[in-house]
């Protein structure tokens, strides 16, 4: 079996466990090392230009089979793509090794505005943390979670900490959504966690940075891209199981999902085509990946409602895959800024004299 044919068999388990088993599916594959780079232990996948396709295309696979645990791994990916960018030598070794040890990392940047982290002294002159993260996907299974917190002169600084086995404990019950119940993106409240210097990873606001802050927009897209040739898939074989395959109106709407799936293939060479020349041109690669994930967003509500008009009622009733994965996708394509994302596109495009047949392709090319 394929591990999107394992994570699939295993993701209506893990709406109501967790996602451990998917995790570990992953770690037995070498796929929590594999984004480092080449000289730290990995295969050099998102961090380096060549490695942003196979990524992507992993990401999608992962997505394809369990949309909650290709949320947890987006953000693990991300996660390092952040030590490896921002961290010491130091730093870099040592959370590099515990990748290769099988360690999940992830980031968790949400929180309200009334209770989000920030620094506070104690008497003894020590820091403390004080305050709560919320939408921490993966809760007890991310080892060594990266959050942010609000610095003494007012800067967002980045941190990694270990709530694995360290006590913590995760508030279940601000996660209770629609669907991605299996991502367990519950409330962690961090109040009384001392602040090392070791834990500290970059300058204040290296996490705002373009072009990966919005650039990191095309992993998220990859995942939902899964989620969408998973529903294509599971439609395909209903129609054949149920013999309802003879229909001019089936064959119409099956050939429409083939194509949109196909088309967003195609966005993510297109986005890790960009993304070999972010530094150069890190602006260009924001607003690629902004069409990117408009489009793949299309994709995906389009093959939802496709879906559900081929197989009708069945596909709505549990224990059916259409209707957990229709849940799944339906809630992770709720990111945030959707139209900002997009607008900014044509902004750039107005702004700039470039012809349009040179848009996009940048001095790389």
């Not at 939408?135 to 080892?143: I, K, L, R, T, Y």
């Not at 991502?183 to 962690?188: C, E, N, T």
């Not at 085509?273 to 990946?289: C, D, K, N, Q």
Request: glycine share 12%; hydrophobic share 40%; charged share 25%.
């Amino acid at each position: 079996m394929s591990v999107y044919e394992k994570l699939a068999s295993m993701d209506a388990m893990m709406e109501k466990e967790g996602p451990g088993a998917g995790i570990e599916l992953l770690r037995q594959q070498g796929y929590l090392s594999v984004c480092l780079p080449e000289r730290w232990g990995g295969r050099g996948w998102e961090i380096s230009p060549a490695g942003m396709l196979p990524m992507l295309e992993l990401l999608r696979e992962i997505g394809r089979g369990s949309l909650a645990v290709g949320r947890i791994y987006e953000g693990h990916v991300n996660a390092l793509r952040l030590i490896h960018s921002f961290g010491t030598a130091e730093q870099k070794s040592r959370w590099s090794g515990d990748a290769l040890d099988g360690c999940c990392f992830g980031i968790w940047n949400t929180g309200r505005p009334e209770e989000d982290v920030k620094f506070v002294k104690g008497q003894d002159g020590k820091i403390f943390l004080e305050g709560a993260k919320v939408f921490a996907s993966g809760a007890e299974w991310v080892d060594r979670p990266i959050i942010s917190a609000k610095n003494f002169d007012g800067g967002s600084q980045l941190l990694v900490i270990a709530p694995a086995g360290s006590g913590l404990e995760f508030d279940r019950t601000t996660w209770d959504p629609m669907g991605m119940a299996g991502s367990v993106s519950h409330r962690l409240d961090v109040t009384g966690v001392e602040v090392f210097t070791e834990m500290l990873l970059g300058q204040p606001d290296c996490y705002a940075r373009q072009p990966w802050l919005s650039g990191g927009a095309m992993r998220f897209a990859a995942v939902q891209l899964g989620g969408a040739e998973a529903l294509l898939e599971i439609t395909r074989q209903h129609l054949r199981a149920t013999g309802r395959t003879d229909h001019a109106y089936q064959e119409e709407r099956v050939s429409k999902m083939l194509t949109d799936c196909e088309s967003g293939r195609l966005w993510l060479g297109g986005a890790a085509e960009r993304a070999e020349a972010a530094e150069s041109e890190p602006e260009r690669l924001v607003h690629y990946v902004g069409m990117m994930r408009s489009a793949i967003e299309g994709i995906c509500f389009r093959t939802i409602q496709r879906a559900h008009q081929c197989v009708g009622l069945q596909g709505m009733l549990r224990p059916h895959a259409m209707e957990r994965v229709s849940r799944d996708l339906m809630t992770y394509l709720r990111q945030p800024n959707p139209d900002g994302s997009l607008m900014g596109a044509g902004r750039y495009a107005l702004g700039i004299a470039e012809p349009l047949e040179s848009l996009w392709k940048g001095k790389k090319e």
